[in-house]
Every structure is written in structure tokens, then in C-alpha cells.
């Protein structure tokens, strides 16, 4: 059983606010009362030993849903994390799990000693998502906000990259400019959405919502869109993903269409990919890298108490041959 400022004060003779007080250094408790409710601490492993060192555990939750191509960035993501906790000298572990898991979070980083946990791949309809509001494990999870001091999130800016995105666009002349979004069990989904939103109003292009299709980041969701805007006067559409986008180009070029004379097309992430297909993509990208490094630098200030809620990176356009001016 975990030892409690409870039992500590029953095995010292003490009251539990006075074995508080002391846990925390506070004035009016006697230095011998510190330095003894502090040895017992430390006996019982309520306290670590001022040289442990930390321990923190990241979960792949639901690592099965992922497309192999996205394996890559999730790689670059947990590096990154890794490199910035051997900078730390923090321990990591990874673990692959699936949502579904009747082992609560508290339940698992108490049971593997962990200090904190960075947690991605979850849904809102996962188990876990409902968790983080009320877990007592310093959290940091990948593009998802909680209300709890202890969870935080880092993520790359959606509304910055859907402003990059429309600007690009209008830049070139477009002005029906449709945008495919990925699975609503995503929160990053609602991002990317607000995201293309918050540019449409800016640039004043009025909102048709028949310009927005639902899909789930895969290609196979961007071959659907495609199909989808094939039956409209859209000349532009941006993807939340770099898969979908890709999809996308494929599924237009069997239908006939001449990229990008006959549709400019805009995705998200910067996949490796997006240098590979005909023609290249002209993407939002991200760095995966930074934000695992970001990642642990917040999550080792939620592990000190350093209630820092929320880390956002900025994205950037890079233009390649999938965006043109509308043909006239």
C-alpha cells in the first residue's frame, strides 16, 4: 500500500497537519520535527531520495489505428522526447497500449513509479480522455487540452497553419477553397477546423459547409474527399493531413484531373511523402522533433509543480508543385 501523510502521522504520534507542514518545509514546525518526519518519509518511500532520478513513461495509445507512413513521425516525435530527458538525465520507458484498458492512468503510473506520463494517440471516446480531468499524475499529452493543472498539451499551432494554408490560396487567386478534416473523435480535428474557420473570415471568403468534408486522416478518407469535390465548383482544398492530401492527388489524377491546373491542393505535417508523389505536395509542416523535446521540458515542469497548461509550436508553408492559380 502507497504510505500516506495519514500513516505517517499515526507511526510518528503526530498530527497529519503537522506532518504536512513539516513535508513542507513551513516555518512554525521545529527544524527536529522536519528533519524526523523527513527520515520517515524517506523510509517508507513516500519521499525519494534527493539523487533518484526522475521516471517518466510515455504511452502510444491506440498504435494500431496509426498508417504505416505516420510510424515516422510518432519515431521523430518520441525521439525527440528522449533526447531532451538524457539532457535531463531522466529515465523513459514507451509503451504501446490499446484505449480500451480497464487500468486507469493513476493506476498504471503508480504500479510502474513513474513521476509523469506523455501520453498520444488518445480519443475523446477512449477511456483515458475522460481520465485526464481528474487525474493526480503530472500528464502531458499531444494535441489535447484538459482542464487540470496537472495535464498539459503540447501541439502545433491549427489556427496558424490554417491561416498559412487559406493565405497561400487567396494568395494565388482562390476563393472556393474546400477543406477535408479528420475523424470528430480527434480534438485536433476541431483545431485544424477552427483553424481553416478563422482564415476563411479573416480573408472575408464566407463559409459554405458544403465545402467541408469529414475523413479520418487516412488515404483512404482523402480518395472519398476527392471524389466528393469532384462534384463541386471547389479550385482549391486544404487537408489535415499530408495522407489524406495525398489520397487525394491520386484519386483526382484516375478522374482525369490536371494537378494543380484543374485543383490546388494543401496538406498538413510535411510526411516524407509529400516529396515523393506527382506533383509534390505543397504542405503545412510541423516539426516532430521539437515537440517531443517540448514535451518533456513540460512535462518535467508539471513533475515540479509548475502548473504550465498548454505548449504551442508555430508551423510554416513550404510551396511546392500542388498549388497554382484556378484555371481559367
Known amino acids: 500500500m502507497k504510505p500516506t501523510v495519514k500513516k505517517i502521522a499515526q507511526d510518528l504520534g503526530l498530527s497529519p497537519a503537522t506532518v504536512s507542514k513539516a513535508l513542507s518545509g513551513r516555518h512554525e514546525i521545529s527544524d527536529e520535527t522536519k528533519e524526523r518526519v523527513r527520515l520517515y ?12 532520478r526522475k521516471r517518466f513513461g510515455v504511452l502510444a495509445v491506440n498504435p494500431d489505428d496509426m498508417e504505416d ?43 510502474n513509479k513513474f513521476d ?4 498520444t494517440g488518445i480519443k475523446n471516446t477512449d477511456p483515458y480522455y475522460l481520465q485526464l480531468e481528474t487525474t493526480t499524475t503530472p500528464i502531458v499529452t499531444l494535441d489535447i487540452h484538459a ?10 499551432n491549427s489556427i496558424s497553419g490554417g491561416a498559412l494554408a487559406i493565405r497561400h490560396l487567396t494568395q494565388l487567386g482562390h ?46 478518407s482523402g480518395t472519398k474527399a476527392a ?30 484531373y490536371e494537378l494543380p491546373r484543374d485543383m490546388s491542393i494543401v496538406g498538413f505535417d ?21 515537440l517531443g523535446e517540448t514535451a518533456c521540458a513540460l512535462l518535467r515542469g508539471l513533475s515540479q509543480k ?23
Open 41 to 52: 518519509a524517506h523510509e517508507l518511500g513516500y519521499l525519494k531520495s534527493p539523487g533518484q
Open 69 to 111: 507512413s505516420q510510424t515516422s513521425l510518432m519515431f521523430s516525435l518520441l525521439m525527440g522526447f528522449q533526447k531532451y530527458a538524457d539532457r535531463l538525465d531522466l529515465d523513459v520507458v514507451v509503451f504501446h497500449i490499446n484505449g480500451d484498458t480497464p487500468e486507469t492512468l493513476d493506476q498504471f503510473a503508480y504500479k
Open 116 to 119: 509523469g506520463l506523455f501520453v
Open 147 to 156: 482542464k487540470n493543472p496537472l495535464v498539459g498539451n503540447v501541439g502545433t
Open 175 to 220: 476563393r472556393r477553397i474546400g477543406f477535408v478534416n479528420g475523424h470528430k473523435e480527434a480534438y485536433i480535428s476541431q483545431e485544424r477546423l477552427a483553424g481553416y474557420l478563422a482564415a476563411l473570415y479573416n480573408h472575408a471568403i464566407p463559409f459554405d459547409p458544403g465545402l467541408c468534408f469529414d475523413g479520418n486522416y487516412s488515404m483512404e
Open 227 to 256: 471524389e466528393y469535390f469532384a462534384k463541386t465548383d471547389t479550385t482549391a482544398i486544404y487537408f489535415a493531413s499530408d495522407l489524406m492530401a495525398l489520397g487525394a492527388i491520386r484519386r483526382f489524377k484516375t478522374l482525369g
Open 270 to 290: 510535411n510526411q516524407l511523402l509529400c516529396q515523393g508523389c506527382t506533383p509534390t505536395l505543397t504542405t503545412i509542416a510541423q516539426n516532430p522533433a521539437a
Open 306 to 328: 509548475t502548473p504550465i497548461c498548454r505548449a504551442q509550436l508555430e508551423p510554416w508553408l513550404i510551396e511546392r508543385e500542388s498549388t497554382a492559380p484556378p484555371f481559367q
